[in-house]
């Protein structure tokens, strides 16, 4: 394990970093998305990298295919996340201003 300080709006934060095996990050990816969502609903995740600029639903609301869900700035570009079919959002991961890496769940339906 390495501990390392990192430096975010000036101020210092130390972190612990530990190296993980690929099969030991996979495990645990997926059983945290497979914790929050059944096999019927669908897993909204980022594309890339990047910051949640805004969250533009609500949890219980309902959208149709193509509405926009969360602006991701990405590289210095806003990028639309939309949804990919009809359905009632059922759980949002994030919050304005997140860091999200990318195929980070943001949203189940």
């Known amino acids: 394990m390495k501990i390392y300080e990192i430096e975010i709006d000036d101020t210092i934060y130390q972190v612990k970093v530990r190296n993980i095996s690929e099969d030991e990050y996979s495990s645990k990816t997926s059983s945290t998305v497979m914790d929050s969502s059944s096999e019927t609903d669908v897993v909204i995740s980022a594309p890339m990298s990047g910051t949640i600029l ?47 890496d990318s195929e980070q769940t943001l949203i189940i339906m």
């Not at 869900?69 to 990028?79: P, Y």
């Open 54 to 100: 805004n969250v533009l639903v609500k949890e219980g609301q309902f959208v149709k295919q193509g509405d926009n869900l969360v602006i991701l700035e990405a590289m210095k570009m806003e990028n639309e996340i939309v949804a990919s079919k009809d359905g009632q959002i059922k759980k949002i991961l994030v919050k304005n201003q997140d860091l999200v």
